[in-house]
């Protein structure tokens, strides 16, 4: 642990380090002390609890009565969406540097965020690279097979922005007064509530990444991306419908929604293939993932493959695929799936 801190930020801080927690008492301290490690100083740090049940508020506590820079939150249990707009409405720095509490920050990412911000005035956000570590903290290849190219210019983010990979979200350094703005993140894209927020944000600024890797990013079996792929799919392909309709000045049928719509309601919505394109999208990010496409997403996968039957043109493409899809469902332990999948690829021609 740091020894104790008279360090005070200034009355404005160049950055906000805005940080939601919950039972992260594991990762928390070596996470907090790469946020103090930082070669900038002029900082707050907000933690806000997000009603753990663990020892992380007292490990919180214990770090902000030694360094006066850390102001703790403490709240019943309502949410990263609401917790983070509620780090954003308290931030007073004109940065704020999004950090989970299970990731390790190098010693210049701040400086050198903070740098490129006020030498490109015009953009509104920077991200940056990052390594994978695992949950003891050591490098992994997690993502060696299919490694992460994400964009270094604006011109390159606004390519990439319908599949990505385009940020990190834990090392993201934005305007706040941007999120503000607009908005800040809604609820009803729950899981997927980073994207659409970079959709919306794109329409108003520049962003990019910067090339040197500034951030570890913990890889753990139980984090909200793996066990809510399927909602997070599905969220995002919709927050891409809704980016394009405002691109067409059509206005954004989901704002004010608390929840979205079924995807049998989308069509009415956006117009009509914006079901199928939703089921595409899900499918081809869930392609890998037998367990989600035999369970939660097992009607998108009957409804995608409906959705290519009356086109002949498309079997020769994906008929390789959707057949692999099959046999990953019967080596998973689904062979009732397994068969289910197959007639229906041979129902609908393939």
Known sequence: MTTPSTLVSSATPAVTVATSMYNAAATLPVAIESVLGQSLRDFEFLLLDDGSTDASLTIARAYAARDSRIRVIAMPRQGLVRSLNQLFAEARAPLVARFDADDICMAPRFEQQVAFLADHPDHGLVGCETIFIDENGVATDAKAKAP????????????QLERGPILCHSAVMVRRDLVRAAGGYRESYVHAEDYDLWLRLSEQTRMTNLPEPLLAYRVSAGQVSSRHMVAQARNAAIAWLAHLARLRGAGDPTAGMTTLPDIARLDALFGPGSAAYVRRRMIERLLFSP???????????????????????LWPQLRPQLWRVALRLLRAGHPLRAAQAAMALLRHGA
Do not use: K, M, Q
Not at 148 to 158: G, M, Q, V
Not at 291 to 313: C, F, K, M, R, S
């Open 148 to 159: 992460l190219i994400r964009p270094h210019s604006h011109e390159a983010f606004i390519a």
């Open 291 to 313: 367990d989600h496409l035999a369970n939660e997403a097992w009607p998108v996968l009957l409804g995608y493959t409906a959705d290519i039957g009356p086109d002949p043109a």
